[in-house]
Every structure is written in C-alpha cells, then in structure tokens.
C-alpha cells in the first residue's frame, strides 16, 4: 500500500504547481489517502494502478474541492 500511496503524493505533486501558501500537509493527506484506500480495497477487488486513479482524484478533491463538472456547481 505504501507504493500506492507514495504514487499518488508524486503523481499529485507533479501535475500541480503548488505554491507555499497552497502546500499540502503530507502527513495529513498521507493519513487520508491510505483510509480511503483501505475503504476502497475492502468493498472491491481494485489493482493497484486503480487505487492510485481513484486515491489521486481523492487527493485532488481534498485539496483543491469538489470539481464544478461533477458537482452541479
């Protein structure tokens, strides 16, 4: 799982600029992401290369909100 999630940090690090003021809390996202991962693998049987698809648009979520296309916004 540590693989997984150390994917999804550089993965997420990698396609967004973030700025100081804008610098996410990596223990803190780290602690959510395994959780959701964990919630994911017990409800389905996923592979790896989906659980980093779906703990990165968590990521995404978490830090940047709810994507307006998606939300109804």
């Known amino acids: 799982m540590d693989a997984v999630v150390d994917k999804i940090l ?3 690090a990698s ?3 973030i700025d100081r003021n804008q610098s996410i809390d990596v223990d803190n996202a780290r ?3 395994i959780s959701y991962i964990r919630t994911l693998s017990a409800s389905r049987t996923l592979n790896e290369r989906q659980l980093a698809s779906f703990g990165l648009a968590y990521l995404r979520e978490l830090h940047e909100g709810p994507d307006p296309k998606y939300s109804g916004m």
């Open 15 to 17: 396609k967004r600029s």
């Open 10 to 12: 550089a993965d997420y």
């Open 31 to 33: 602690d959510k992401i």
